[in-house]
């Protein structure tokens, strides 16, 4: 099982940017992003079901980021707007037979969002 995320980059503040994640191996009910900053605790961002398409956002985010699904390429998207340099942070795309809102079961590697004032 692999989560493949890309999308990453320097942007500057007020920007858009989106983040895509593929999981290969198998498919998942629940595939979301959380973030990580230097010095911060790892938060949940935004969460999707594959079933019914249900989201899920982190109060941070809400209202800016969206977050989609394309089951067929069993792959995520992360549409972020209007991004601020508090946004700043490596990005984990992660994955769960369950959910992923709380503990996910698989992880990917990081990638990073630099947003600069």
């Excluded at 503040?13 to 230097?38: E, H, I, V």
């Excluded at 809400?62 to 340099?85: E, H």
């Amino acid at each position: 099982v692999q989560l493949q995320a890309s999308g990453g980059g320097l942007v500057q503040a007020g920007d858009s940017l989106r983040l895509s994640c593929t999981a290969s191996g198998r498919t998942f009910s629940s595939m979301g992003w959380f973030r990580q900053s230097p010095g911060k605790e790892r938060e949940f961002v935004a969460a999707i079901s594959r079933s019914a398409g249900i989201t899920y956002y982190g109060d941070s985010v809400k209202g800016r980021f969206t977050i989609s699904r394309d089951s067929a390429k069993n792959t995520v998207y992360l549409q972020m707007n209007s991004l601020k340099p508090e946004d700043t942070a490596v990005y984990y795309c992660a994955a769960d037979p369950i959910t992923v809102r709380y503990s996910p079961g698989y992880w990917g590697q990081g990638t990073l969002v630099t947003v600069s004032s």
